[in-house]
């Protein structure tokens, strides 16, 4: 269950929640959290495929579906796929962030608008 939530966009989500309720004021910022969001799967699919080895011959053989796939021997689809729905899983956090902080702005803006009556 724990490993599940982890790979499936669980992670994803509560990391861009947590960043997103600090960050995510306004509009501007939470794009700019959803597009660090991809860079960050960028950079861990880059360093899956740093680590893999070159070869079938240079592998240790503990992975029995693996392929060549851009030069190296591993399973890049699986790597993009889990980091794929890690960012739909932090896209949703940011994106849920955002409205809390509109909700909570708009909140604010009622009471300010009702206490001036």
Not at 38 to 55: C, T
Not at 59 to 88: H, K, M, P, T
């Amino acid at each position: 269950m724990g490993v599940a939530f982890l790979y499936f966009g669980g992670l994803g989500f509560v990391a861009g929640l947590g960043i997103g309720l600090f960050a995510a004021t306004t509009g501007r910022r939470a794009l700019l959290l959803v597009a660090v969001g991809a860079l960050l799967v960028a950079a861990v699919f880059a360093l899956a495929w740093l680590r893999a080895p070159h070869s079938a011959e240079d592998a240790d053989y503990s992975c029995s579906d693996c392929g060549q796939w851009l030069g190296r021997w591993w399973e890049g689809w699986l790597v993009l796929f889990f980091g794929a729905l890690n960012w739909i899983g932090w896209t949703i956090g940011v994106v849920l962030a955002r409205g809390l902080h509109a909700g909570n702005a708009a909140r604010r803006e009622l009471r300010e608008q009702r206490g001036a009556n």
